[in-house]
């Protein structure tokens, strides 16, 4: 902890606040933030020095508005220091915080930047419940408060990753009338589908992250938790309170979880009503966030009834490109359109900025005006379980392979080596006939690629750095579609019903993988993995070569730490069965790409 930096406030105020002039800004620290059932909050102010009206940045939430990146998740920060120094050029990076704007970047181009610490967590005293109804009011009564003080033109946008991304959804549904322009950058947007239940499979990450990420800035933990590099003040302070007061005063949301296998209103009441977000939309999602993120922000995107929008996919780490000079150009000249009304040329922007992959982690920014890109040709590959191959007309005959759900690596189908650079953008489908020896089957599907040499070529994730090109999963139990919201490239399924298997009989399952945007170079091969359970990347020797992070529990070997391993869920008496493949003739089985033709 850099202590030469820390400055003990000497002038607080009777609301607890106080505020100081340094690093070119006046910071108001623990500003009182009343909601509408009596509790305050408390918000960092980050403003220019001289006085005026300026448009205002605000975030919202659970990971400690005075937690600094570097001490939160000293790993990742090394990473992306280390790797990423123009993104941390020209900053102390002491005001630095992990997923939201930093300051210092931002108050000098004269924006005003609020960090509030949401119900529960860091300064501020309730229950917490995260991403709650509850909570998403609160962020409402935030930005009418923001847009109301004298210092604020009015206009509020919003701007940050994952939870900062993900309540913006839920927000902008409520239609707060000064918020004018939200930045999506690589957020949820359905709890069941993209965060709990993959296809209908309980993700254990939500365990690991209320365990290591929530408990840990809970209002309360007070000196057993972290203290400010900058002020010196008790992170989830001021008070500590007993290990059971903090219990009481927390909705396990991992436990209600797993209360909900099935997509009720429970997870209903989080899902925000995309045809009443009228706000100016720019969405950005990562092609590798597989798979917690860049479904909501396609979705979002799609659904939203914004009449101005935009999506921008890009590639590596989570935390990267939202800081690296890219990605802050990109926000600010969004914001500047629509914040401080520039004339900037954003209005001219492509509806949809793509930085296509490509082996080594190099990308082509394309614009396009439409997702899915209209000249996409949806091009479907036939599975054969005689060849192991994806041909492109099914075989004339029947065949079969089978393989354990639980202990074996599946089987794959290939592809063979590309004539020319192929490049497959958009949406991914996939049509199987299985047959299982027990009531249920699992269905993880992973789309790879392979070099000429058949090693395995993977792609830097927003955590894992061994990734396949994209993944897709399938409870066979929760087979049932959405027949209104379903489309021949993204079959949707309902989730609201088990319907169990017959041991023997064949089924007909429907199954996507997350869209992608990649070049095949010529001479590598594109396969489709089918298994029953999680992906693991090959390359790895041994554990020491597997990668980690230090604010999660576990290595990671191609899934990041969105594991599938919870045995109550996965008892291996049903889902270490015997599952097989039926295709040929009568049994059509393929996977569906966008296939799109140069321009």
Request: net charge positive; glycine share 8%.
């Amino acid at each position: 902890m850099a202590k030469t930096l820390m400055r003990r406030p000497k002038n607080k105020k009777k609301d607890g606040s106080w505020s100081e002039i340094r690093e070119g800004m006046r910071i108001d620290w623990d500003v009182p933030i009343t909601m509408d059932d009596g509790l305050v909050l408390r918000a960092n102010v980050y403003r220019p020095t001289k006085k005026g009206k300026y448009p205002v940045l605000i975030s919202h939430g659970t990971y400690g508005k005075d937690l600094a990146f570097q001490d939160g998740y000293p790993s990742a920060w090394e990473l992306f220091s280390n790797d990423h120094p123009e993104a941390i050029a020209g900053s102390t990076n002491i005001h630095q915080n992990w997923e939201v704007v930093d300051p210092e970047h931002w108050v000098p181009d004269n924006y005003i930047c609020i960090r509030v610490d949401s119900r529960g967590s860091g300064r501020s005293p309730g229950h917490i419940f995260h991403l709650s109804p509850r909570e998403t009011l609160d962020f409402k009564d935030c930005i009418e408060w923001a847009g109301e003080q004298s210092w604020s033109n009015g206009k509020v946008g919003l701007a940050g990753i994952s939870y900062y991304a993900v309540n913006q959804w839920q927000v902008a549904a409520l239609r707060p009338k000064h918020l004018a322009a939200m930045c999506v950058w690589e957020g949820l947007s359905d709890f069941y589908r993209e965060m709990i239940y993959h296809g209908g499979i309980f993700s254990s990450y939500s365990r690991n992250w209320y365990d290591n990420r929530i408990r840990t800035v809970q209002h309360g933990a007070g000196k057993r938790g972290y203290k400010s590099r900058v002020t010196g003040e008790l992170i989830a302070g001021p008070s500590t309170l007993l290990d059971e007061e903090l219990k009481k005063n927390r909705t396990n949301i991992s436990k209600e979880y797993e209360k909900h296998p099935l997509n009720d209103g429970f997870y209903k009441e989080r899902l925000a009503d995309f045809s009443m977000i009228e706000t100016p939309l720019l969405s950005c999602a990562n092609w590798a966030g597989q798979p917690l993120h860049p479904r909501g922000n396609y979705v979002g995107y799609l659904e939203s009834g914004s009449k101005q929008k935009w999506l921008e996919c890009h590639g590596l780490e989570h935390w990267t490109h939202f800081y690296t000079p890219y990605g802050r150009d990109l926000q600010k000249q969004f914001f500047g359109y629509f914040l401080k009304g520039e004339k900037n040329g954003w209005n001219k922007k492509p509806k949809v900025m793509l930085n296509v992959r490509r082996p080594g982690e190099k990308f082509t920014p394309r614009g396009e005006s439409e997702w899915p890109l209209k000249r996409t040709k949806w091009s479907k590959f036939y599975l054969n379980t005689e060849k192991m191959t994806l041909d492109k007309g099914k075989d004339k005959k029947n065949h079969k392979s089978t393989y354990k759900g639980m202990s074996s690596d599946g089987v794959t189908f290939m592809m063979s080596p590309m004539k020319s650079d192929f490049e497959i953008c958009g949406p991914i489908a996939t049509k199987l006939f299985v047959s299982s020896d027990t009531v249920d089957a699992d269905i993880f599907l992973v789309l790879r690629m392979f070099s000429p040499d058949l090693t395995e070529v993977t792609f830097q994730g927003t955590l894992d750095p061994h990734t396949p090109i994209a993944q897709g999963w399938l409870r066979a139990s929760h087979r049932k579609l959405d027949k209104k919201k379903s489309k021949p490239y993204w079959p949707w399924h309902t989730h609201d019903e088990k319907q169990p298997l017959k041991p023997g009989q064949i089924y007909e399952l429907d199954i996507d993988l997350h869209p992608t945007g990649v070049v095949i170079p010529a001479g590598y091969r594109l396969a489709l993995t089918v298994r029953g359970k999680d992906y693991v990347w090959p390359g790895a020797k041994s554990q020491d070569e597997q990668f980690t992070l230090s604010n999660l529990a576990k290595p990671m070997t191609g899934c990041g730490p969105f594991l599938h391993e919870e045995p109550r869920d996965r008892p291996k008496t049903v889902f270490d069965g015997k599952v097989t493949l039926h295709t040929g003739k009568a049994y059509g089985a393929w996977l569906m790409l966008p296939i799109i033709p140069p321009k």
